[in-house]
């Protein structure tokens, strides 16, 4: 079976807003074996709605329909999917109920406009929908001789996502074939899409019944496999099975086997060792401390650090000495590995980070251009001191420094 | 006249990926008065191709069609549009030379699958894409007795943006009746969008002429105004207009009345007074440094600072004295406030920020519960600390306490 989704509403027709509904709507679809042909965005005409709607039924077997259930005059969904399939609608008296009641609970008046939510296509089973005030509904008929699904759900995101999962999933459970799946996700650090992909595709395309995505997010890439089999085990054991094959090929890049994050990753051996960190950051001007500390209990072992934007701060804070700074320059080798080893020594943690670099787009020279950042990790015996040259604007080339960072120490710890 | 926008590729029907290229789209033939009455999404089966076409054909004036242009199997929508128009398709050798060419330039062999790039409908007016190798084309048309115009462009941004603009726009331009318009974008801070609305509605609803989109991010607001008019100075009045009465009404919140943001505008202000910054962040870990530091040239006005997780580095790095922090404890009004003064001092700037608090989710307690943060600016002569307590998890938690740090030193600025 087949099917499409169309989001309703004129602001999602604008350049500020899209359609999210979509793609939690399409995971759990893709679950049930239901593959999405079209996705199609309407704004609040009748006559639009009652377009989308019939090219809909024409074409896929399941219409899911996200928005235009509310109170107001720009609501139309349930009057268009009438003139669309040609069925009267009737107000329904226990709704009303509901929603006066549900206005009385809040301590709200119900204006008499409210009511339209009450409207049930004929032959629609009710979706209560706790969460809101629009109750959604599910339709099972016939549309020039064959048989359509049609399900209408509100479209604000928590009221959508629990409605699908309560009520539509159940009964699409019961009408489809069963089938089970399974899912797993690697993740890999400082390697690039086309790259990954070079090295991994002999491998996945010989899994023709695992489904395999790859995602990069800068220099961050994200496999995803995905199988469907009548019986859970058996699409457990070929995801496992690619997943192995997959993490072997890509040992030397691959920080999680399970869909963590990097600061997840560095956290978890942090903690597993009874370990801490600080860090001294210039060029990335505190992202390596806020990636940290953005995962919750993060302070058992990521004590704090310093932003050394000024070279007397790079003095005040981490102790790397003016001479220093003066015969090599705030960015460099040197610069870098003092930051590391003082920031390490004046946090008293296990391991230092210091970091020191040129963001751009601005202060680039010949000898040292935009993009050029010193990446170095001390644990008191050892310190490691890298290069890199990054490409492209300054967001770009400050996250790569902070994944390289944060990936330098994960290697560290393995 | 209207339009619809496919977007063609059957990695935008899955989870994972979306079109965003409409949203660029959207706003191009806004400005250029077309609205936008329904975008499609459709995956690289030449029957949902042909299906998709046709069904906007017979419902817009302007078809704006993105990706499917490669050389690749999956590259359809050349030969679906033919099919839709019922046109016939001519290999064009100066294309096919050009191709050629291109690969030489690159060192790369062409093969034989990539002279489809050449392909064109007949009637259609190929469109130079000098930044890919495919083509788009331009049809001007009739489909059932009515005019329309077909766009078939490339799907990587990098490609479609500047062939739209430099192709596409003059074209439509020359075709559509002559309109000015004026753009202009208000930010507020720490304000709901309800309440802004609530505050704004009954003045911008007078400017039916103005269009105003209200955009909130979390705690942070963008009210986008446009209009549209027969001669630019006209337009342009009408949203000064509108902008100031809405600058006037939001005064207590507005920051920002050219769509600058928060971080632009409170390095702007430093900048102009000569006045430096530094930062001693606990439970935003490094977010305001990292916000500040995000724009270009930050380094004039923003020294540094540290990130003080632990109560030791609150001490060493800022001076907060063990005992202030043994009476009050951590999350405090008094530690807040130490904090920003001691930072101020040990960085030498002319502002010094404190920020103290319960990201969570772990952490609460019944008189110290998760959301409750503590903010202080100090001058050295005056120290104002704030005591907030926000809602919602640790990344809307974080992002407040950063937001509302970066409003107080502007307002001190201002």
Chains 1, 2 share one sequence.
Request: charged share 25%.
């Amino acid at each position: 079976m087949n099917s499409e989704i169309i989001a309703i509403g004129s602001e999602l027709l604008t350049p500020w807003r899209q359609d999210t509904n979509s793609l939690y709507i399409t995971e759990k679809l893709t679950e049930l074996g239901v593959s999405v042909a079209f996705k199609t965005i309407a704004g609040d005409r009748r006559k639009h709605l009652v377009s989308a709607v019939r090219t809909a039924l024409q074409r896929v077997d399941i219409v899911v329909i996200t928005g235009g259930l509310g109170p107001t005059e720009d609501d139309l969904t349930r009057e268009a999917v009438a003139e669309a399939l040609n069925i009267g609608i009737k107000r329904d008296p226990d709704i009303i109920a509901h929603l006066y009641a549900r206005a009385a609970a809040r301590r709200m008046t119900m204006t008499r406009n409210n009511e339209k939510q009450a409207d049930v296509l004929d032959g629609a089973t009710i979706l209560a929908n706790p969460r809101g005030s629009a109750p959604g509904q599910w339709l099972d008929t016939v549309y020039g001789d064959h048989r359509k699904l049609i399900m209408l759900l509100p479209g604000p995101p928590g009221e959508m996502k629990p409605l699908f999962d309560e009520q539509c999933r159940p009964r699409l459970e019961g009408i489809l074939p069963k089938r089970a799946f399974a899912r797993r996700t690697l993740k890999a650090a400082m390697i690039g899409e086309s790259a990954a992909d070079a090295r991994i595709a002999p491998i996945y395309t010989q899994y023709q019944d695992v489904e395999t995505t790859i995602l990069a997010h800068m220099c961050d890439i994200q496999i995803d496999l995905f199988c469907a089999k009548p019986f859970a085990s058996l699409a457990q054991t070929r995801v496992d099975e690619l997943a192995e094959r997959l993490e072997e090929e890509l040992d030397d890049v691959l920080y999680s086997s399970q869909g963590e994050s990097l600061e997840q990753i560095v956290l978890y051996y942090l903690g597993m060792r009874g370990a801490t960190i600080s860090v001294a950051e210039s060029c990335t001007g505190g992202l390596v401390a806020e990636r940290l500390t953005s995962i919750s209990g993060s302070s058992r072992s990521f004590m704090g650090g310093a932003v050394v934007y000024s070279d007397q701060l790079k003095t005040e804070f981490a102790g790397v000495s003016p001479a220093l700074i003066e015969r090599h320059g705030a960015v460099s080798r040197e610069v870098a590995t003092a930051l590391a080893e003082g920031i390490r020594l004046r946090c008293e943690t296990t391991f230092g980070v210091g970091i020191t670099g040129i963001a751009g787009p601005g202060g680039g020279t010949e000898e040292k251009p935009v993009g050029l950042v010193y990446i170095s990790v001390s644990d008191g015996e050892y310190t490691e001191t890298v290069e890199k040259r990054f490409s492209g604007d300054r967001e770009r080339i400050r996250f790569f420094a902070s994944h390289q960072a944060l990936d330098l120490v994960r290697r560290r710890l393995m």
